[in-house]
């Protein structure tokens, strides 16, 4: 009798869609409990304040809250793209995101293919260690480090001296600020970001490079052959991650690297959104304007990865 209504729990529990998530969920009661405390925390800070967002169509009042406060549609996206700057913020935006990709994305892959590269695993090791080291550093010692740098009695005046080249304020206009930006972010984010590629490498069989070196092939060739390859998945995927921050840029360097030489020059959305949102204490349109951001560069991953799919399917997210 018992056997008989085991079985026929069991049944139902297999037809049962709901009873047989819950069963396996009691399976898996240990896994589930160590990702409580995680689930709790991604559902408490990131989707439980996503109810805010709906201040970007409203005409945002603190004393009445966001959902007293009155609805104005899309006015505040309307006001943003009626200012006379806003091209211009854009044009810079784009600007600023899209050699940052150029630029920035390949260099954590050169390091871990000329790390893989290399014979002596303490020399190894020792240049890992001191590539991870940028990335622990505040962003406000960085742009510290650069404008003390980039001043007439810098470090940077220093160097163009010994070559014969006159001192110049680096830190005034905009002539460097490219230069800045994305040395110290190569600087600061290759070690850290080469570590995926490190890890992707070290599964590749050694075998495969042993019947390279039986047929002749040098180091580009197995490079090409052989590591480029193991690693074009993790590539790709990073790819499409990283187009979708063309728009989001990292708004606290800017931010530090402004002066009243090249404020109007270096505002991009993030530093805009900031300036309006924060400082001016209009949340509804710096609100708004972020929610733009968020939207497009939903737009871009979606159609980069469109991209990836159809040149090769396998190498795509979804």
Same mark, same amino acid.
């Given at each position: ?5 085991s ?8 037809? &049962?869609?709901?009873?047989r998530?819950?069963? *396996?969920l009691?399976?898996? !009661?240990? =896994?589930?409990? %160590?990702?409580? #405390?995680? +689930? ?17 169509f ?12 009155r609805w104005?549609?899309?006015?505040n996206?309307?006001?943003?793209f ?12 784009l ?5 940052s ?45 650069? &404008?003390?740098?980039?001043?007439l009695n810098? *470090?940077?005046?220093?160097? !163009?001296? =010994?070559?014969? %080249?006159?001192? #110049?304020? +680096?830190?005034a206009?905009?002539?460097?600020f ?28 050694t ?65 805009y ?25 939903? #737009? ?7 991209i ?8 795509a997210?979804?």
């Amino acid at each position: 009798m018992v056997q008989t209504d085991s079985a026929a729990l069991y049944r139902r529990r297999k037809q &049962n869609p709901v009873l047989r998530f819950f069963s *396996l969920l009691w399976k898996q !009661r240990a =896994l589930v409990m %160590l990702c409580i #405390v995680p +689930m709790a925390l991604l559902f408490l800070f990131h989707y439980g304040p996503m109810y805010g967002v709906l201040i970007a169509f409203k005409k945002y009042d603190a004393g009445l809250g966001v959902w007293r406060s009155r609805w104005v549609g899309f006015d505040n996206l309307v006001e943003f793209f009626e200012n006379v700057n806003c091209f211009k913020i854009i044009m810079q935006t784009l600007k600023v995101g899209i050699f940052s990709l150029i630029f920035t994305y390949p260099m954590p892959i050169i390091l871990a293919l000329s790390l893989n590269e290399v014979a002596s695993k303490a020399f190894k090791r020792g240049v890992q260690s001191i590539s991870y080291i940028p990335h622990f550093i505040s962003v406000v010692v960085i742009c510290t480090m650069l &404008n003390e740098f980039g001043s007439l009695n810098g *470090l940077f005046n220093n160097i !163009r001296q =010994l070559f014969g %080249l006159p001192r #110049v304020n +680096m830190n005034a206009g905009t002539d460097y600020f490219m230069f800045f930006y994305i040395g110290s972010a190569i600087w600061q984010g290759a070690g850290w970001g080469s570590i995926i590629y490190l890890s992707a490498l070290a599964n590749v069989d050694t075998s495969l490079y042993d019947v390279a070196n039986i047929d002749g092939a040098n180091r580009f060739q197995k490079i090409r052959h052989i590591a480029l390859p193991a690693i074009l998945p993790t590539t790709t995927i990073v790819l499409i991650l990283n187009s979708g921050n063309i728009l989001s840029q990292d708004f606290t360097k800017i931010l530090l690297l402004m002066n009243n030489t090249n404020r109007t020059e270096l505002e991009v959305i993030s530093t805009y959104v900031y300036t309006m949102g924060i400082a001016n204490g209009r949340f509804d349109y710096g609100t708004a304007v972020n929610l733009l951001v968020s939207l497009v560069s939903l #737009v871009l991953v979606l159609t980069t990865n469109r991209i990836v799919k159809t040149i090769d399917a396998e190498q795509a997210m979804f």
